[in-house]
């Protein structure tokens, strides 16, 4: 019979010598060979605790993500990992590999490796409002790491559906899913072993072989462990050490609680659930340690040429909040997309033109009225420039009473009203059509979602009858076998 000590070191070797053999984008865990040396960031010169800093911050914004598109747990894992293992491909000063859009790829991709799909539309509008409110949000500079912006995100306006900045990130996060296949070596299922499938049942183990704790001590137990391994995702462990590890140092933190104090059964307790003393106790150090970071609420991306670039997004924030971008943020626009030049006038035509008579009768001789005079007053000097012409010319005529000037003012001044209350209809005429038109997109939306919410279901309803009948294959080769 074989030493268990010397069968697990020679697992273990095997297990390591198998992972130097396999392509390490088909292997659970990184070979020596890439963990031994620098990150791509590192090569290109991004210190190392500016790089934990920024995967950590990317990480929380897929956990934050994956809230609000109320996916399972299981999604934000595989996006946590997929973002991990792409950046040890690629270089976070990368003008492409910015962490927010990758960790919009991340997320979309994991929703369909897990089978829990949502649609780009979503993905857009969440990863938009988590933009908004991370990097608006109200607090001081050192918080948000940008200047202070005088409207909250969570009452700041929303991407509109086809706009100019839903064009470029739903552009963004097509390229960026592509990229991360290509990287990933399109394969996924084989690589992802999460702690959390061990968890529960190496609770359940600890109970029933000598763990003296009340039901509420195990509940806390549970709980606090499996927040734990949630936060340790910030943090590239998941592509470092075994699930099982991970999971062992999360129920050694856990239990250390204040409001847990539950004294495992034995210090041997790590080798019976297969897991390494050693690694164990330097992976729960990691652990205890991220809460010693900080994590900002915002980031901007570590290469200003990046499309999310602060001042390159200045120009949208301006367009959405009805605010003046930055004098920079202007010439940017202008030097990557220059202004259109207005056709030029038409020319004019040759000949004599036929003047127009004046509306009031006056000859070319009238003076015309000063800029910002009313159209009723120049009206009204116009036509007591004519009374005037016309009493010079017949000197017998009967004198102008002051009513005639103010009957002949009073049809001057209800054309300028009528003018007016036209303007009025027409303003009003305009705002019924943008409601109308609010009013259908609103409801093309509803049907959009009812119509997803559909295909969803229909796709859920066809993935069970596919199962029930390979239950039923299965099932009849058994019992012919048997037979």
Known sequence: ????????????????????????????????????????????????????????????????????????????????????????RKSLADKRFDVFSVAMGCILLATKVEESLRTLRQVLYVFHHVYRRRKFAAGSEEERLSAPREKDARYGARMVLGGER??????????????LLKELGFGFYQVMQHPHKFLL??????????????????????????????????????????????????????????????????????EALGADPATVHTVS??????????????????????????????????????????????????????????????????????????????GPGTALPADGQSKAAAVAAAAAAAVAAAAQQSPHATPKQPGDSAAKEAPAANSHGASGSDQD???????????????????????????????????DRDRDRDRDRDRDRDRDRDRDRDR
């Not at 991004?46 to 990317?58: F, N, Q, S, T």
């Not at 064009?167 to 899913?177: P, R």
């Not at 600890?206 to 509420?216: C, I, N, V």
């Open 285 to 362: 150090e990691s652990i205890l340690g991220l809460y010693e970071r900080r994590i900002p609420g915002w980031l901007d991306p570590l290469n200003e040429d990046s499309p999310l670039a602060a001042l390159r997004q200045e120009i949208f924030d301006a367009e959405e909040e009805k605010r003046a971008p930055s004098a920079e943020a202007q010439q940017l626009r202008a030097k990557e997309r220059p202004a259109r030049t207005p056709p030029p006038p038409p020319a004019a035509k040759t000949g004599a033109a036929s003047v127009p008579a004046h509306p009031t009768g006056a």
């Open 201 to 270: 049942y190496y609770i359940e183990y600890l109970r029933q072989h000598g763990m003296a704790a009340s039901e509420d001590q195990v509940h806390q137990l549970a709980q606090h462990a499996w927040a734990y391994l949630n936060d340790s995702m910030r943090l590239d462990l998941c592509v470092r050490h075994d699930a099982r590890d991970i999971a062992c140092a999360a129920l050694l933190v856990a239990a250390r609680k204040d409001d847990v104090r539950i004294l495992l059964p034995s210090p041997e307790w790590i």
């Open 166 to 179: 839903y064009t470029q990130w739903k552009k963004i996060l097509v390229t960026m899913e592509r990229h």
């Open 1 to 88: 019979m074989h030493n268990g000590g010397s069968g697990g070191t020679a697992a273990d070797e095997s297990l390591s010598a198998t992972q130097e053999v396999v392509p390490w984008h088909q292997s659970v865990l990184l070979p020596n060979s890439i963990l031994s040396e620098p990150s791509p960031s590192r090569r290109m010169k991004v210190p190392e605790d500016e790089e934990l800093r920024h995967r950590a911050w990317g990480c929380t914004v897929i956990c934050e993500a994956g809230c609000l598109l109320a996916v399972p747990q299981v999604v934000v894992a595989t996006a946590q990992n997929l973002f991990h293992r792409f950046y040890w």
């Open 425 to 459: 209809h027409g303003d009003r005429k305009g705002s019924q059509s943008r409601s109308d038109k609010h009013r259908r997109d609103h409801r093309d939306r509803d049907h959009d979602r009812d119509r997803d919410r559909n295909r969803d279901r229909n796709k």
